[in-house]
C-alpha cells in the first residue's frame, strides 16, 4: 500500500500537469478519446464517491461552530460565480453553446480542489472543507435553479431532469463513500488513500472525452472560452475575497472564502452539459478544470505570504528584539 500512497500523493501534486497533457493529445488525436464520453457520469460519480470516503463527522461540525460563516461562504458561492457567469455571458454576447457552458460551471457547487488550496494558501481549512461540503449538499437543488434563472434565455431547461442527474452524479456516490467509511472504517481509510491516483486518472479521462467531442468547436471558440473561463475565475477569487474581508471575516477566513468561491465543481458542469446540452457547452467545464487548478495554486503561494497586521507587528517586534 506504501507505493500505491505515494503514486497517488505524486498524481495528486502533479494533477493540472496530466490534465494540460492529455487535454492536449485529445485534441490533436481525437479519435482515441471520443468514446470516453460515455462514461464521463460514472467517472465523475467515481470522483465524488472518492470524497465522500473522506468526509469526517468533523467537517460538518464547523456549521454549528460557525454558522454565520459557513452560510456567508456557501450564499457568497452560489451568488458571486452565477452572476459573473451571465454577466460575462451576456456583456461579451457569447455564442449560445459557449454561454450555456459559462453559466453551467458558474452554477456549479465548490470545487473538491479548493481545500487542498487553501490549505497550502495557510486559510481557514475547516471553514473551507464546510462551505464546500454544504454547497455541494444543496447543489441537488440550488445548481438546476440556478440555471433556470440564469441559462433559460438561450436553451430550455428541466428543472427535474436537472435534480435527478445531481444526486446520481454526486449525492449517491458521496452518500455511499461515507456509509462505507461508517462500516468498513479500516478497509476505507486504506481504500482512500489511493483515491487521489483514482481521481486524477477519472477527471483526466473526463477532460479528454470533452476535449476530444468538441475538438472541431474548440478549434473555432477555444481562445475566447479559455478567455471567459480566466477572467470568471480570477474575478470569483477577487470578489469572494473582498465579499469575505465586507462581511468582517479574518484573513484566514477571506482566504477561504475566496478559494470556495472562485473554484467550481466543473467536473459536474462536465456532466451536466453533456448529459442535458451539448458537448460545447461542456468545454468551459473542462478548461475550468485545467485553469483553476493553476490559478488556484499561483494565489495559494500570494496568500501564503500574506500575514494579517497582528501577525506582522509581532514578526517586526521579535526582528527588532533580537
Known amino acids: ?161 436537472l435534480f435527478l442527474s445531481i444526486v446520481q452524479v454526486v449525492i449517491v456516490p458521496l452518500v455511499l463513500g461515507a456509509i462505507i467509511k461508517k462500516f468498513f472504517g479500516k478497509q476505507a481509510r486504506a481504500g482512500a488513500k489511493a483515491m487521489p491516483l483514482v481521481s486524477v486518472i477519472a477527471i483526466v479521462l473526463i477532460v479528454s472525452a470533452v476535449v476530444a467531442g468538441s475538438a472541431a468547436k474548440i478549434a473555432e471558440t477555444g481562445l475566447l472560452i479559455f478567455g471567459v473561463v480566466i477572467l470568471h475565475n480570477v474575478l470569483g477569487f477577487l470578489i469572494g475575497f473582498f465579499f469575505a474581508r465586507l462581511c468582517g471575516m479574518d484573513l484566514a477566513k477571506q482566504k477561504a472564502v475566496a478559494m470556495e468561491v472562485g473554484m467550481q465543481n466543473s467536473g459536474l458542469g462536465v456532466a451536466i452539459a453533456s448529459a442535458h446540452f451539448s458537448p460545447l457547452a461542456a468545454v468551459p467545464s473542462a478548461i475550468f478544470s485545467v485553469w483553476h487548478n493553476i490559478s488556484g495554486s499561483l494565489l495559494a503561494n500570494i496568500f501564503s505570504r500574506m500575514k494579517e497586521k497582528k501577525e506582522k507587528e509581532e514578526t517586526i517586534n521579535k526582528d527588532v528584539s533580537a
Open 1 to 161: 500500500m506504501g507505493v500505491i500512497e505515494k503514486v497517488s500523493s505524486f498524481a495528486g501534486k502533479t494533477f493540472t500537469l496530466w490534465v494540460l497533457l492529455f487535454a492536449i493529445i485529445a485534441y490533436f488525436l481525437p479519435d482515441h478519446f471520443v468514446w470516453l464520453g460515455n462514461y464521463i457520469v460514472p467517472l465523475l460519480g467515481i470522483v465524488m464517491f472518492g470524497m465522500g470516503l473522506t468526509l469526517e463527522a468533523s467537517d460538518f461540525k464547523e456549521v454549528l461552530k460557525r454558522p454565520k460563516d459557513v452560510a456567508l461562504g456557501v450564499i457568497g458561492h452560489f451568488i458571486i460565480m452565477p452572476l459573473l457567469a451571465f454577466g460575462l455571458a451576456v456583456g461579451l454576447d457569447l455564442p449560445k453553446e459557449v454561454a450555456v457552458g459559462v453559466i453551467l460551471v458558474g452554477c456549479c457547487p465548490s470545487g473538491t480542489a479548493s481545500n487542498v488550496m487553501v490549505f497550502l494558501a495557510r486559510g481557514n481549512v475547516a471553514l473551507a472543507v464546510a462551505i464546500a461540503s454544504v454547497s455541494t449538499i444543496l447543489a441537488p437543488i440550488v445548481t438546476p435553479l440556478l440555471i433556470l434563472l440564469f441559462a433559460s434565455k438561450w436553451v430550455n431547461i428541466s428543472v427535474g431532469s
